[in-house]
């Protein structure tokens, strides 16, 4: 066996570098590792709607898995008055020591009172987390319109439309602005790239709107075409958003890796979701130079589940799964990810968004003892 500290991608820094005492020894995915001394602290931040109730379904499934992780948790809150510049400064000072968090939806009001910024946005401004990463894939057992589904969303959320720079220039008219800059727009093409490059990808498609917004997504589309001719082994296209759009319907086949900025991002993320299930079961993460947050694909609170036992877990189990391997915790990764699969898989336990009628509970309890009952490779 072999001690681990991994970097995924060049251009970002990725590794965990843990305290001496988390190092682990990393053994085959078969067999498991020896149990270790000391465990990795994740920050947990639970979010608002349903997120409690999932950040409960990874804590029961972590328990029975007997996996090393250790939770700083913290209660971020817009909506339940539970938020705070001195609570985010807690929760990124936890990130900050601990590199890695896994999170929920933190719920933006639409009401403005008196700031523009968010503390979603603040939290990932902070971080400079720059590049979220979704990987649409089609859950084995589980058919849709298109099956065996496999493209990976790629998008830029520290500028764009969502920089909080609004005013009304005169009553009535407000303006809004979209930042677009070389630097950061040639920082997630590059991220794509090496994303594409490590992960054995063939093609990169960047998503844009530059024949209305010529200087703009111009820009955005400048920097990807310089940055593609560096990687000259990974295939290079462009195509409009609202093309993609279409496309993504009617074929989402022709796709690989899509890189995009801010919004578009954000509205990709959630069609594509829908082309495998839903919200409930397409994993996320986001990457700054030195930080990973694992979270939902398509980010929604769900509020009108809260408390119901309904939400589907899927999603924030494979999230905390892709955490583990994060963490070179490949063997414990494995066996959460497999076990989740494996009772999708079965059909026998669905909640009510994959047409079933299992609650929050049932799919829980089931992959738990799926974890139990590990079938012996």
């Given at each position: ?8 991608f ?41 997120g ?30 539970m ?36 503390f ?16 649409v894939?089609?859950l ?27 005013h009304e ?17 040639r ?12 992960k054995?990808r ?16 111009g ?27 279409m ?57 009108q589940?809260v ?48 047409g ?22």
């Open positions: 066996c072999l001690i681990f500290i991994i970097s995924m060049p251009s970002v820094s990725l590794a965990v570098t843990p305290n001496p005492q988390h190092q682990r020894r990393l053994c085959s995915s078969e067999n498991p590792p020896p149990r270790a001394d000391s465990t990795f602290k994740v920050t947990m931040v639970p979010g608002d709607g349903v409690p109730e999932l950040m409960m379904a990874v804590k029961d499934v972590f328990k029975a898995g007997d996996i090393p992780v250790e939770f700083d948790e913290f209660h971020l809150s817009e909506v339940q008055n938020a705070s510049d001195e609570k985010l400064e807690q929760v990124l000072t936890s990130m900050r020591n601990n590199k890695v968090a896994i999170k929920g939806k933190i719920h933006t009001p639409m009401e403005y009172k008196g700031e523009l910024a968010s979603e946005m603040k939290l990932r401004r902070k971080l400079d987390l720059f590049a979220n990463v979704v990987h894939n089609s084995p057992g589980y058919s849709t319109r298109h099956n065996n589904l496999d493209l990976v969303i790629i998008r830029e959320q520290t500028e764009g439309e969502y920089s909080s720079l609004e220039s005169v009553t009535g008219v407000i303006e809004c602005l979209k930042i677009i800059t070389r630097e950061k727009s920082r997630i093409a590059k991220f794509a790239f090496d994303y594409a490059t490590k054995g063939n093609k990169v498609t960047a998503v844009h709107k530059a024949n209305i917004m010529k200087l703009g997504d820009l955005f589309l400048q920097s990807c075409a310089e940055v593609a001719q560096l990687y000259p082994k990974i295939k290079y296209e462009n195509i409009i958003i609202d093309n993609c759009c496309q993504l319907v009617q074929n989402p086949y022709q796709f690989d890796v899509l890189v995009m900025p801010n919004l578009y991002g954000n509205i990709i993320d959630n069609l594509a979701a829908g082309l495998v299930g839903g919200a409930g079961v397409v994993p996320g993460e986001s990457y700054s130079a030195e930080y990973a947050v694992f979270e939902t694909g398509a980010r929604h609170p769900f509020a589940a408390g119901r036992n309904i939400a589907n877990p899927t999603a924030m189990l494979l999230s905390a799964a892709n955490m583990l391997r994060h963490l070179n915790l490949e063997y414990h990764s494995q066996m959460v990810s497999d076990a989740v699969k494996r009772v999708v898989k079965q059909g026998k336990v669905r909640t009510r968004d994959l079933g009628y299992s609650t929050t509970g049932d799919l829980v309890n089931a992959v738990v003892d799926n974890l139990r009952h590990k079938p012996v490779h």
